[in-house]
């Protein structure tokens, strides 16, 4: 079976001589009700880059109710315009529809906006000197929190022990989380308030690092760090606004207009839907319910199901499923042992016949899988999980909802060459995150090996095999900023220019597939693609005003691209300070 949409494929200098011929040559408008129709507002003089196939740049923009009405030139543009249209001159600026996250952690992002922010950290010192510092703060017995160490960022890239905190925060418990959310750093108090011990066994699809003794070491992976996690006190409602609004602030800076955020729980879901139902959620938030929560679903039937939701600014659309951990920690799993860890081939964080078994009863409650599989084998258990929810519900069947038609693996980011062509036959849309190869990249091979490697990451080869890829970043696990994304894509490179060329740069992709993968194609992947991700008439009008052309600068001034403006649904949501007044 093959996707329903194929995304452009051509060069940039085809994309730049579309430009022209449309703008000069063609001078197409496309509109949803004629020339009479009067707009809200219009928006001319600029370099409008649409994502629309049939209209892919324009000079000027016509808005109404939201929405747009028509895109092209300046002059057909101007036939919209009535007593009372606003009309905004762009000055040359650009404008792109507004970026969508297809993969992130909304909340989490709150949560790691109000934590100890451990990114960029170089040695397990250095975070027990932030703890420390924060301990004294903090009443004996408060929980002390923060995400973003890596060990492999280290001059010692070994895994930390609980005796570093202990001697900071002895009497305060800690839970620091590794930057991708699959190992927690803990220490003693926490342990202790958990009962994790010696002779506490390792939970199924998790493992706890001991020592030589067997005594934990402070370091619990994947599903063990719901050991400790599960005694951290649950946040209140007004804990819950507090995130919120730290995360929407700061997205919105960003560009970002839409997210999938990814294994939220009920207080999550209730939080994004009275913020909706009051007029506060500014982005677009799609939510994948968290599939470890064995009650959710019905959960969510006893409240009216997903469509009891829906909101313009809101909805439930599927359901987080869990194959394997992390590549980062060695708990992905692997076909074969790890290359720099010949005893070790990884976690299944699920059993084979339970995925399945969770996944059909998803899609029969027609809610949209997405099945998180980093590594080869845990791509293949997705797969094969896929494959067996087919059996019970093939797509062409009359009751399967639209979201079945549409599976999700979630990073995709180890696959094994002969997978690939399971993903057209199966229609699986593969989620995966720029950065992720960037931050990946300096450790990834010695992880994976030589031979592996040539599926990792494999962006180019996916496309080559018409597979949908939608982008995201996995925030907080990466930088929230989508450019961020944008320059990994077009580069795969750090934002040194390390490697010269990019790393296995024939996986790179142009310009124009990275910004379809942030905009349009992550709204096809969430079943939005009528709604958003092009600027196109009908569509809500969510764009953003740049500082500079992202299709004309250098490749390596893709990262530094600012926001000057972001709007949803024609509404001015963020304005940068520069661009105030003008």
Known sequence: MKTEHVPPRGSHRIWLLAWALTLCVVMVTVTTAGAQETADQIITNGVIYTMDEEIPSAEAM??????????????????????????????????????????????????ALRALDLLGTSSAEEIAEMVGAVSETRAAGEWITGRGWDQNDWSVQEFPTRELLDEVAWDRPVYLTRVDGHAAWVNTRALELAGVTAETPEPDGGKILRDDDGEPTGVLVDNAMALVFDEIPAPDEAEY?????????????????????????????????????AGKLKPRIVVYVDGWDKEILDWLSEHGGPAAFEDPHFRVAGV????????????????????????????????????????????????????????????????????????VYPPDHDDVDLAWKR????????????????FIDLGVIASMQPTHATSDMYWAEDR????????????????????????????????????????????????????????????????????????????????????VGTLSPGKWADYLVLDRDFMLIPDGDVWRVEVLRTVIGGEVVYEAPSSEGE
Not at 245 to 272: C, F, I, K, P
Request: charged share 25%; proline share 5%.
């Open 407 to 422: 599976p999700r693996i979630e990073h995709a980011q180890v696959i094994a060459l002969d997978d690939i062509d399971r």
């Open 448 to 531: 994976v090996g030589p031979d592996r490697i040539g599926g990792a990451y494999a962006w180019r080869k996916l496309r080559r095999a018409e597979v949908h890829i939608a982008c995201g970043s996995d925030f907080p696990v990466e930088s929230a900023n989508p450019f961020y994304g944008l320059y990994a894509a077009v580069t795969r490179q750090d934002r040194e220019g390390w490697p010269e060329g990019g790393w296995y740069p024939e996986e790179r992709m142009t310009r124009e597939e990275a910004l379809a993968c942030f905009t349009r194609d992550a709204a096809y992947a969430a079943g939005m693609e009528t709604e």
């Open 320 to 391: 987080k499923l869990y194959a394997d951990g992390a590549l980062g920690s060695r708990g992905a799993a692997l076909l074969e042992p790890y290359s720099d860890d010949p005893a070790n081939e990884g976690l299944l964080r699920t059993r084979p016949d339970t995925l399945a078994a969770d996944l059909t009863r998803v899609v029969g409650l027609g809610l949209q899988p997405a099945i998180h599989a980093i590594g080869d084998r845990g791509n293949r258990v997705a797969l094969a999980a896929i494959a067996a929810a087919y059996d």
């Open 62 to 111: 016509a808005i109404s109710g939201g929405r747009v009405i028509a895109v092209g030139a300046a002059d057909e543009i101007e036939t919209h315009r009535g007593p009372n249209t606003r009309v905004e001159d762009l000055g040359g600026r650009t404008m792109i529809p507004g970026l969508i996250d297809a993969h992130a952690h909304a909340i989490g992002l709150g949560f």
């Open 241 to 277: 606004a507090a995130r919120l609004e730290a995360a929407q602030n700061h997205l919105l800076s960003l560009g970002v207009t839409g997210v999938h955020t990814m294994g939220d729980g009920r207080e999550s879901v209730e939080a994004y839907h009275a913020w909706a139902r």
